[in-house]
């Protein structure tokens, strides 16, 4: 099960992340390195078999993973998942990228 921001649960969906990694990506990876990280994601997942995962573990697995694939689609998909507010918050994220 993964327990939302707001306090709800659902069942894993792997799809959820293939999505949002493609809406982030814009192309910008193939449909196999979408898959690659959903399934990196998940079988990180079930090796740490707890039985309710937070989103933002499986976000932040998720940020990692583009990080090191395409640093676009990381910027992209950081900016929604962490509700970026302003222009700032990209500087800010900018810089953390080009340590």
Excluded: C, H, W
Excluded at 36 to 56: H, P
């Amino acid at each position: 099960m993964v327990e939302k921001r707001n306090g709800r649960t659902e069942p894993f969906e792997r799809e959820k992340i293939i999505r949002g990694v493609e809406i982030a990506a814009n192309g910008r990876i193939t449909d196999e390195e979408a898959n690659r990280i959903a399934d990196e994601v998940e079988q990180k997942l079930l090796e740490g078999g707890e039985q309710t995962i937070s989103s933002v573990k499986i976000g932040n697995l998720v940020i990692r993973r583009l990080k090191k694939i395409d640093e676009i689609a990381y910027l992209r998909f950081t900016s929604v998942y962490k509700d970026f507010k302003n222009i700032e918050s990209f500087e800010e994220e900018l810089i953390r990228l080009r340590k």
